[in-house]
């Protein structure tokens, strides 16, 4: 089965623009998650949906970031406006409904805010 | 707040040798551990996991150890091979697999030849 999948893989992009990342989960999974690592920090969850609801959305740092997941497929983050200290890697997750479901991770969209 | 920490961030062991790799976490609720190994420009990757009702298990050249009374957490890679260097990260979380992820900062697994 084709795993995670996220878009682009790399952005750069000026301070006070706005930027729009993409997940496409694996197949079937209900739950998706959103994570970051900030250069020389740990990978910090944002949020949690389980099909296109948001169940968990206690890690988002602030208001200039918006995730979606209509029709509980894919979904998008998005950064606006964007912040020096936005840069750092941005991980998908998903997984299964129901205990256990081990969370495969895309490769990640490095962001970079000049 | 409570987090997951890595004792050493960086470990380096000689090819065929054995290697152990530990992390402490704060939350008393975790029930649910994972090991996950990250290699350069991709995403973590699932090794292994084990719950709060078990004190090891093993895997393919892998073994966890949990240890709930001190919360440590470890996970040992036997006959280590050079395709094993990588990042290698703890995480957690209370809600059985299916909650966010808290992740340590990460320690670097370097195999010498």
């Known amino acids: 089965e084709a795993g995670v999948t996220q878009f682009p893989s790399h952005s750069v992009i000026e301070k006070g623009q706005t930027v729009t990342l993409r997940c496409d989960p694996i197949?079937?999974?209900?739950?998706l998650y959103w994570y970051r690592r900030v250069m020389g920090k740990e990978i910090k969850f944002l949020l949690h949906?389980?099909?296109?609801?948001?169940?968990?959305e206690s890690g988002m740092p602030n208001n200039r970031f918006l995730a979606e997941r209509t029709g509980g497929t894919y979904s998008t983050l998005k950064v606006q406006p964007a912040e020096l200290e936005d840069s750092g890697v941005y991980f998908c997750?998903?997984?299964?409904?129901?205990?256990?479901?081990?969370?495969?991770f895309g490769p990640g969209t490095r962001l970079t805010v000049l | 707040g409570e987090s997951v920490g890595l004792h050493l961030p960086t470990l380096s062991v000689q090819e065929g040798d054995n290697s152990i790799i530990n992390c402490a976490y704060s939350?008393?609720?975790?029930?649910?551990f994972i090991w996950y190994k990250q290699e350069s420009g991709k995403g973590p990757q699932f090794i292994i996991d084990?719950?709060?009702?078990?004190d090891k298990r093993q895997g393919q050249r892998v073994t966890v150890l949990l240890n709930k009374t001190v919360k440590h957490l470890s996970l040992q890679i036997a006959a280590t091979q050079p395709g094993d260097s990588a990042v290698y990260f703890c995480?957690?979380?209370?809600?059985?697999?299916?909650?966010?992820?808290?992740f340590g900062k990460g320690t670097h697994l370097i195999i010498q030849p």
């Open positions: 939350n008393s609720a975790s029930d649910y």
């Open positions: 949906f389980v099909k296109e609801s948001k169940q968990d």
């Open positions: 997750a998903s997984s299964r409904m129901g205990l256990g479901g081990e969370q495969f």
């Open positions: 197949s079937g999974h209900d739950n």
């Open positions: 995480a957690e979380n209370s809600g059985g697999g299916a909650d966010g992820l808290t």
């Open positions: 084990i719950r709060s009702n078990m």
